[in-house]
């Protein structure tokens, strides 16, 4: 009897980690599922898209090396569109569309090849690399996150605890994003370069400007999240303005706070290349946009797209593993 139920005993234990294995991988599996779907979806559009963009070029590369195309006359070529000469040499345009130096649109395997090259195979302080030009684009985004983040803070709590400020500061923070960035970031690097002020500076005060208002907005609506009953609980244990700011308004607006820094470290990096941009910046993605759209660099433009998208994503990373830590010490989940 023993010596039967032994084995009986290891196969339940078996089946018992199996099973709690499944119950872990599950919910992976489904979150994974619909990602990976999309990704699949959009890979597979943008490679479909290559083929006409890259038509023009591919057929024409395939003319100078003496290989037959239809039409035969290169003005008939020159009039048609990409897409009908796709048409034209289906087989041309797709072997042609995915290897250009220089296509209209990149295939995404130039885009992840550029990326490799310029993060992994050469030094990260070598002015081709991005990971170099990343962190001086992220040295501003910084820079400018933190000084919106904290201008965005004390504008918040002076409007809460003032109707003066509610009235007064509110409709101008909304006002002033009504302002394109692409028009005003000029006339802020000029104003600071006309006093002196120049290099990372300027870029920092365009990111601050478009991170300041989500932290504005997130932190009114969640300083103001504690209802009646709440204030008037501390009102009955005679608690001060400031005890009823620490002890109820502060935790409270926590959730609103940090949705609105992901957002806000977001706009802080577009604010950081769009103010090197005007600037002719040497170094920064915004240099590497614009290296790229001198030269037509297509691949590089991409690629440099691409690095800000994981730059940005990092960061909200950083944002919600630090919101993650801060509300489970506040008791939340």
Request: charged fraction near 10%; include cysteine; aromatic fraction near 6%.
């Amino acid at each position: 009897m023993n010596s039967n139920a032994a084995p009986i005993s290891g196969q339940g234990a078996g089946v018992g980690r199996s099973a709690r294995v499944a119950l872990w991988v599950r919910p992976l599996g489904h979150k994974a599922l619909p990602v990976l779907t999309v990704v699949v979806a959009l890979l597979a559009l943008w490679y479909a898209a290559c083929i006409p963009m890259n038509a023009a070029q591919s057929v024409l590369a395939a003319s100078r090396a003496g290989i037959a195309v239809s039409p035969e006359s290169p003005r008939d070529r020159r009039e048609m569109s990409g897409v009908a000469l796709a048409l034209a040499n289906p087989g041309l345009a797709v072997t042609g569309a995915f290897e250009q130096d220089r296509p209209r649109l990149p295939a995404p395997h130039q885009v992840a090849v550029e990326l490799w090259n310029t993060t992994a195979v050469v030094s990260p302080l070598s002015n081709r690399s991005l990971i170099y030009h990343g962190w001086v684009t992220m040295s501003a985004t910084l820079t400018g996150f933190v000084i919106g983040t904290v201008l965005g803070i004390l504008l918040a709590v002076g409007i809460v605890h003032s109707r003066v400020m509610d009235m007064s500061v509110m409709p101008w923070a909304i006002v002033s994003q009504t302002v394109p960035i692409i028009a005003i970031a000029p006339m802020i690097i000029v104003v600071l370069y006309s006093v002196g002020v120049e290099g990372l500076l300027p870029k920092a005060v365009i990111s601050a400007y478009l991170s300041f208002f989500p932290v504005v907005v997130g932190m009114v609506k969640g300083l103001r999240a504690p209802d009646a009953m709440q204030l008037d609980l501390l009102r009955t244990y005679a608690a001060s303005r400031a005890g009823t700011f620490f002890k109820l308004r502060l935790p409270s607006s926590a959730p609103y706070l940090f949705a609105s820094l992901k957002i806000g470290i977001a706009a802080s990096l577009v604010g950081a290349i769009v103010g090197e941009l005007p600037t002719g910046a040497v170094a920064g993605l915004g240099a590497r946009l614009l290296a790229g759209s001198y030269y037509g660099q297509t691949v590089q433009i991409w690629a440099a797209l691409f690095g800000a998208a994981i730059l940005a994503a990092l960061a909200v990373g950083v944002i919600e593993l630090i919101e993650r830590v801060v509300l489970r010490r506040m008791g939340r989940r």
